[in-house]
């Protein structure tokens, strides 16, 4: 096959006198055009770039003139470049020397820019795709027309195909293969559902684009968009559908399908939403978009098995009633499954309906059809068997669970499997054996990044409590956090909080007990989970009576009352012995009827409930109270002891940090004689320490950008409201009422006090959502009549706002330390910069632009004391960038500076004067680069 030669790409390369970027895929010709450009004959040099090739080394490389022309750096492979030396390259003065560049992409600083201002010659893969002409010179046999449309130009294609034995699909393989396995499942996805816009934008975004790019991949510009080569789109699709790999997506391109979904025609929105399940999978991650991408079309559109679907996900996300209505649809229109009715025995659970659980139950048996069919109706009945105490049957049902998982090959179903058998276990009093199963699924769970987020939010509410329990209260403090964390809004969240409460109570720090209390039965009363409320309402009387707080005790006590009575006693259900005669029992205590309380202990349920906490404290209680009256027996002591073994701790870690308040109990075990070494060591215990506290680092970014990160996780917010909010009340560090943040923050908004009113409500919103002690140490209570402030934080809680140190001494001349200067200097910008009007932000930036004058002025003349005009030249356009100052710019005009350096700061001046056309911004980069060549040369000298 011969060589094309290329001459309207040559002569136009010849006759230009600008820097020409070659920007296209792999294949496009671009070394093969180099080469060519070369053998014209012109003054010219060839360099092969490599990563650590630097600005330097290439203009060193450029090869001396030759009368009036400039002459070519060719630089074949300049996307393996440092970013800033292509950004510098392109605007090096042509006149000198004149680059032609092979690229990839034009992603770059200033590139688009001095493409409009015609100063640089951009050729896409479009411009470098074969002609007709040049396909008919290629092979004057060819069938153009057919040829071109197949292949639209790209010249590596056209060759393979017109070479004997060469394989065209090979090729497209190791294009394939060079993606990463994140950028090959995205393009995959894309292929499959024509969402290149989106993925492309999303990367662009993240700051992905470059790098994908860069591989080399056909994306091509086709109809004023990038996309795909039809070709390799043709190929992706083949490779997926050979693989059969289940590939996960990103976050975002659910989103992207749920936003496709307005302009897709009906009848293929079903095909979509099947499409999208099959091939992802029915994972509980990302929940509500699944809900959301379910219900855009008519529910009766779904098929079956995704009325299924979208049942069970609504009921992951709390919405009970909306989940049985759809099954019960089902159950009407003659279209329930097995899976149908394990999702009604679920709700029946949630409702503490038994006789409709074993109903369902049974029905979902017989229609089981496969092993996923049976691992859900095995996960179920171990649910039943536990909810009715035969924890020895439970077992067995939880073994067939995880074996039927097993053989699904589902890795969602071996990790519930692997759940339910770690939370058997630890109601069985098998703690070790416990703890190892959830940390097996928890090690699943957390391999497959971030698709599992709902079930390790329950993993870890799961290994929290099993480690309380242990005595390892900073481990369970940690898996709390990290749960929360998550930010998932799955079910088994107010269970974190309950046992954060939990834990605080074994430390004797009531009160922040009763608050996560509270925020446990707010999740618990969102979710309808009158199960949790049940447990939490006893709990939270405990904390009450040790507070001596006796009206919200009696309260409590009654809505204990309340929800046993929604709970009802059907079937054999008795969950409810286990708590509510703590309750009541200690409403009889703060009324001094002794004998009524001890009756009332004494009718807790024991039976597989010997590990609940509220089974220990009903004993403990029940034992105090009989020391009171004379009437402990040795039978008391050994029921202690029977509650005490079932807990599988040996160091009973719980008694043991309650023993401030029952020592004399176990004293009085140990002088019966009973295990005497167990309870002396009991009643010896040390008063704990003070609570462990979760420890928040907490970053709110306001110069330049918004953003808030979280113990190094980035927050997003759907509104910047809660972030304007969060650096006022953190700078004013006062008392502040809704018109005052109205007036000051939101000065020149028609509907400032409604912007002011929501943003302490978003704000609120977002800090009780990350967790809601953040909410409480943070942000003054809820209707105080002084209005809001920002509490100082406690010392497991550390907030930084960026600009506090612009405001302090440390951004000023009083600051001994050049090198911190400087690193302030360098990173200063706009305060709230999206905040137009604001006089708040008015006040703080005119103080930004005060110190940064004083701070650039002072590190210049430190710098040409010395001698370093160039360091001193950096500090005065980094003033400028942030203040455009005659008085800086005076004092650079004055500096002994390098020719090239004093050539870019001509555009610096005409900029700070008014009479340039493009960004100050861009101009001041440009000087910045220029100081930084002249620094490398003097270096090199």
Known sequence: MKLIERPRLLGEIASSALHVLLCAPAGYGKTVLLEQVQRLGMASSYVTAQPQTTLLQLLSAAPAREGSRAPLCLIDDAHLLAPETVAALVRHPAAEVRFVLALKHFNYARVLSLWQQRRLVIWNATDLAFTAEELTALDSGIHVADTAQRTLGWPAMVVMERTPMAALNAYFDELIEDLSPVQRDELIDAAYNDTLDATLLIAQRENQLPALLNTGFPVIPLEGRLQLHPAMRRRLQDVAGVSGQVVRPPDEVLQNLIEVMPSTAREHRVDLIRYYFERYGEDFSDTPQKIALLSSVDMMDLSPSLRDTLAAYVLSDGDTDRGHHILINQLHNGTDSSYTHVLLARVANLRVDLVAFREHLEIARERAQNDIDCARVYRTETLLLMRTNRYDDALVAAEKHYKSALRSGQIDLIMTSLSQNAWVRYMSGNLQGAREAAYEALVLAESAGTRYVSEMTYLLCQLSEMSKDAGDHEEAMSLVQRGLSLQSKDASLPYLYNTRALIYMEFGSWELAVASFEAALEGFEERGNVAGLLMVHTYVCFALYMLEQHEGLIAHARTVREVVRRVGETGNYSEHLAYQPLALGLVHLVQDELQEALVEFERVSLDGKLSYDSVLLTQLLSAQVRL????????????????????????????????????????????????????????????????????????????????????????????????????????????????????????????????????????????????HELEKELLSPRKDPRGYRLLTPPEHIELTVDVSAYLGPAYSAANPDPAELDRLLQNVGTFLPRLDGSQFAEEINAQLQHRTLAVSRHLAGLHQAQGHGLAAARALLLGLRNVPDPELLEMLSSLDLPEPVREALRPVQAGVAGDLDCSLCDVITDALNAVARAGEQRFAT
């Open 628 to 771: 009171k009256l004379g009437v402990f027996t040795e039978a008391t002591a050994n029921m202690l002891v029977t509650v005490l073994d079932a807990r599988d701790s040996p160091e009973d870690p719980t008694a043991r940090m309650y023993a401030g308040t029952f020592a004399p109990v176990y004293q009085a075990c140990a002088d019966m004689n009973v295990e005497p070494e167990r309870f002396r060591r009991l009643a010896a215990a040390a008063v704990p320490q003070p609570a462990i506290r979760p420890r928040y680092t907490v970053k709110l970014t306001t110069l330049g950008r918004l953003a808030l990160e979280v113990n190094g996780q980035p927050i997003a917010t759907r509104s910047l409201l809660p972030l304007y909010a969060l650096a006022y009340l953190s700078l004013k560090a006062d008392w502040k009422t809704t018109d005052a943040i109205a007036e000051e923050l939101h000065t020149h908004k028609s509907d400032r006090r409604n912007a002011a009113f929501k943003g302490i409500s978003t704000l609120r919103g977002l800090l009780k959502e990350l967790d």
